[in-house]
């Protein structure tokens, strides 16, 4: 069955550091890959995703993520966080062709101002 | 840019009762809408999938008779839990799915409590 990690359930940071959230998925067929954002109180919302094209995808608030098709792989980054960072972050991955979407455990993140 | 309203944001109801969760897109047309349930530092379950007209498509293992879904409009769809238990104590959340390719709207969630 298709699947999606995400390891460090909690990461805490100071500001200005920089961040990196694991993404690894099971499934190897062709997928459409997310990243979900969810703040305190609020809804999910969406950082950014991939269908296909440069694997180096930029996203909202400064994060980007990289597909490594080799490497089953689509992590998160961002180069300075900052205190309004601090939510909690969930990997999706959807099947070409299936709308469903499976979704990782979630990385809370905490950054320390 | 497209909004979800998911309705109530919290319920507390008492073992044997049934609750209903209401998810609207408000400024577009959902031809698809997801109900998932996220338990505390878990990823979110999807638990069924339902399109405007026609019957939920289920997630092996949800109960269709626990959790009835009735999508019958394009911008409305419900969640009912019937005769809910503690165990159904959960955060459950809906999202929309307009026209565009995975455009996908999350609601912001509704904290079911059962005592």
């Known amino acids: 069955a298709q699947s999606v990690s995400q390891h460090n359930h909690h990461v805490i940071l100071s500001e200005a550091a920089s961040l990196e959230l694991g993404c690894n998925y099971s499934?190897?067929?062709?997928?459409?890959l997310f990243w979900y954002v969810q703040y305190p109180g609020q809804h999910l919302q969406l950082l950014l995703k991939?269908?296909?094209?440069?694997?180096l995808v930029k996203g909202i608030k400064g994060f980007e993520a990289e597909f490594i098709k080799s490497k089953f792989s689509f992590n998160l980054r961002k180069p300075s966080v900052q205190w309004s960072d601090t939510a909690e972050y969930f990997c999706?991955?959807?099947?070409?062709?299936?709308?469903?979407?499976?979704f990782g455990k979630g990385n809370q993140v905490v950054v320390i101002p | 840019g497209a909004v979800v309203s998911q309705h109530p944001s919290w319920v507390i109801c008492k073992s044997g009762t049934s609750v209903k969760i209401e998810c609207r897109s408000l400024?577009?047309?959902?031809?698809?809408m997801f109900w998932y349930r996220q338990f505390p530092k878990q990823s979110l379950m999807l638990m069924a999938t339902?399109?405007?007209?026609?019957?939920?498509?289920?997630e092996q293992g949800v109960e269709k008779d626990k959790f009835l879904i009735n999508h019958a409009s394009l911008t409305l769809s419900t969640l009912t839990v019937t005769s809910a238990h503690p165990e159904d104590s959960s955060f459950y959340i809906c999202?929309?799915?307009?026209?565009?390719?995975?455009?996908?709207?999350f609601g912001s969630g509704t904290r079911l409590t059962v005592v």
């Open positions: 999706a991955v959807g099947l070409y062709g299936n709308n469903r979407l499976a």
């Open positions: 400024d577009f047309q959902a031809t698809t």
């Open positions: 999202s929309a799915m307009g026209d565009s390719n995975y455009g996908y709207t």
């Open positions: 339902s399109n405007e007209g026609s019957k939920a498509t289920y």
């Open positions: 499934y190897g067929g062709t997928v459409n």
């Open positions: 991939y269908f296909s094209g440069d694997p």
